[in-house]
């Protein structure tokens, strides 16, 4: 099956709807109210087609599939840095490359930032999905039917930040997602799925959310000893364009796509 980054420029869709990250009609979170979540300040812009976290005082950590160098643009709270220094884990064996990076910026100071998640026990987790990726679109019908098995992406750009919920189903090594910026990345996945809150025996969160273009290298976090840790950076989805969360031929059947964080 193949698997799409999420950083492509494509898309042609346009709606308004002002939640980044793709949410199900009825389900977004109230962003002004819902406290029980990471903090706006730890999850950035990447340049114009990407997202990020911040790690420490000036530091802050993204996926490398977007491509970017030294003086890409950061805006973390609104205000604007630029990339100092890049530092990449080394390439396998085989000349692929794990998709993370670590850089640091000029002038930056923050005062919060977020710890990561350093144990071994995701899997089964409730998670929140942080990013400036773009938002849901129109709703996808099948036949006369008109069952909706899915929502395509609006048109946005990276500017505004959104939230929501998912849970960890599971994981993968040397997940491959293809090669841009001259390298092949070869990376060790977090997975989770769109569930369809109408679907039993599906499990769906308060207010579950899939990824989206843009989404690349915000935050998956979990809650651990009473505070947020960031356990992953979103990397890839199933399809590109859209979110399913039944299968379009068969929209009676369940089939929600997979969600990937680094």
């Keep these: 099956m193949f698997r799409?980054?999420?950083f492509i420029f494509l898309i042609c869709v346009s709606v308004t709807q002002l939640f980044a990250i793709v949410v199900h009609p009825g389900y977004e979170p109230d962003l002004a109210t819902w406290t029980d979540r990471p903090t706006d300040d730890w999850v950035g812009r990447f340049n114009s087609n990407a997202s990020c976290v911040v790690v420490d005082r000036d530091f802050i950590i993204t996926t490398r599939h977007q491509c970017g160098s030294v003086n890409s643009i950061i805006v973390v709270a609104g205000q604007s840095y630029l990339v100092r220094q890049i530092m990449t884990p080394s390439a396998?064996?085989?000349g692929s490359a794990p998709d993370l990076r670590l850089?640091?910026?000029t002038q930056a100071n923050f005062s919060t930032w977020a710890p990561l998640y350093r144990k071994r026990s995701e899997f089964?987790?409730?998670i929140v999905m942080g990013g400036y990726g773009k938002k849901r679109g129109t709703e996808l019908t099948a036949g006369s039917s008109g069952t909706v098995y899915g929502y395509t992406w609006d048109n946005s750009p990276n500017t505004i930040s959104g939230w929501c919920t998912n849970r960890i189903e599971g994981s993968l090594n040397n997940f491959v997602t293809g090669i841009t910026c001259g390298l092949n990345w070869k990376t060790d996945i977090l997975t989770a799925d769109f569930d369809d809150p109408g679907y039993q025996p599906a499990n769906p969160t308060a207010w579950e959310g899939a990824l989206a273009e843009y989404d690349s290298g915000g935050g998956w976090f979990i809650f651990d000893d009473n505070?947020?840790?960031l356990a992953g950076l979103?990397?890839?989805t199933e399809r590109f364009g859209e979110s399913h969360f039944r299968n379009a031929g068969n929209p009676a059947q369940y089939d929600p796509d997979g969600l990937y964080a680094v």
Excluded: F, M, V
């Design 4 to 6: 799409y980054r999420i």
């Design 92 to 94: 396998n064996s085989d």
């Design 103 to 105: 850089i640091q910026l």
């Design 124 to 126: 089964g987790k409730q």
């Design 227 to 229: 505070q947020w840790k």
């Design 234 to 236: 979103s990397n890839a």
